[in-house]
């Protein structure tokens, strides 16, 4: 059993970068798209579906290289866990290297980049970083 399904497609996607994939598949959820498309609309992956079927759905994501094949997705790194909650207030979100890189929050907004949070002027959980 999967206690962590964010953890889960992060270190899905870690090992297709690092195996140089073309593509990933994990099983769909609400959250699991929103953080696709996060990925999508920051450049860091080319692009990602949804595959329908009688249970959950799988998504696939078509991960993204340079023109040597080195990945785009330098590192990625999950930051609340199922046993430690990490929130921030509007004012503490967390810049990644320095802006280079993309914090993922869930707010009462929806999932935001830390970017959209910051404009928006919300707080929320802390999922994840992505550089």
């Known amino acids: 059993m999967m206690t962590d399904p964010v953890a889960d497609m992060l270190t899905r996607i870690r090992n297709a970068c690092m195996n140089r994939m073309d593509k990933v598949e994990m099983p769909a959820s ?6 696709a498309k996060i990925l999508k609309d920051e450049g860091f992956i080319k692009k990602y579906r949804l595959i ?9 994501i078509n991960l993204r290289y340079d023109d040597k ?24 979100i967390p810049e990644v290297l320095g802006g280079y890189g993309v914090a993922v929050l869930s707010t009462s907004k929806g999932i935001l980049t830390d970017r959209d949070a910051k404009s928006i002027g919300v707080g929320g959980e802390h999922i994840l970083n992505v550089w």
């Open 69 to 92: 094949h080195r990945p785009i997705i330098l590192g990625l790194k999950k930051i609340t866990k199922p046993g430690l909650r990490v929130y921030v207030k509007k004012d503490e």
């Open 30 to 35: 609400k959250m699991k798209l929103a953080i």
């Open 52 to 60: 329908k079927d009688k249970k959950q759905g799988t998504i696939v």
